[in-house]
């Protein structure tokens, strides 16, 4: 299964944007981008997902490079309840939806 | 809808004790997942299940069972608890032939192996 490498940790400050940069240099052409988020004593919640084109929702943006070998998340206005571990996961279309998760990136918010 | 419900949310087992975390969701999702996170990780794949009657093994599936008789319930099964299963267990599910892509997931249950 393909890899993605993300920094450990991010900071930012309240009510400024958010990016979170993914790469996944060796994703295949069927392989989708799906950022999860974990909130603390939580389990895992969906964000957002793309193949190609930028994706946008009432979350989150996804910005993805044209060679598709990264991407980045974008809050476009971080608040308290953002905190989170944030993981960039590739899935095989083809495959059993099983997705493989890494450490993330734990955003920390500030006040 | 309750979404994805796991019991217990905490449990404690001594060496060599067995127990049945369960799992169930009301969405009527074919698939569903156990997942185990240890601290400061990721979540890694136990067991999937496509179907009832159908389940297949994840990255680490040593030293747990599953079962499907239904589509809502995927119990995992520990038969002979050892310390390195001292995790954070959760169930997910997602409904794969109507194009689903999210996995939705339960609150967790954080087992302690002494």
């Known amino acids: 299964d393909a890899k993605t490498t993300q920094p450990n940790s991010m900071e930012s400050n309240e009510e400024e944007p958010v990016h979170l940069p993914c790469n996944h240099s060796t994703i295949s052409g069927t392989d989708y981008i799906h950022w999860y988020r974990q909130l603390p004593s939580q389990g895992p919640e969906y964000v957002i997902h793309?193949?190609?084109s930028n994706v946008n929702n009432r979350m989150a943006s996804l910005a993805i490079a044209e060679d598709r070998k990264s991407s980045t998340l974008i809050l476009h206005r971080a608040t308290l309840r953002d905190a989170a571990v944030y993981y960039c996961?590739?899935?095989?279309?083809?495959?059993?939806?099983?997705?493989?998760f890494g450490t993330g990136t734990r955003l920390t918010v500030i006040p | 809808n309750a979404g994805v419900t796991q019991t217990p949310k905490f449990r404690i087992l001594k060496i060599g004790q067995s127990m049945t975390l369960q799992c169930a969701q009301d969405?009527?999702?074919?698939?569903m997942y156990w997942y185990r996170q240890d601290p400061g990780m990721g979540l890694k794949l136990i067991y999937y299940?496509?179907?009832?009657?159908?389940?297949d093994k994840g990255e680490v599936p040593n030293g747990y069972n599953v079962s499907r008789s239904t589509t809502e319930d995927f119990p995992l099964r520990l038969e002979l608890a050892a310390p390195s299963q001292t995790s954070v267990y959760f169930c997910?599910?997602?409904?794969?032939?109507?194009?689903?892509?999210?996995?939705?997931f339960g609150p967790g249950t954080r087992l302690t192996v002494l």
């Open positions: 969405m009527n999702h074919n698939y």
């Open positions: 793309g193949l190609t």
């Open positions: 299940s496509v179907g009832a009657g159908i389940t």
């Open positions: 996961i590739l899935r095989d279309v083809s495959g059993a939806n099983n997705l493989f």
């Open positions: 997910a599910s997602i409904h794969r032939d109507r194009g689903g892509f999210e996995q939705f």
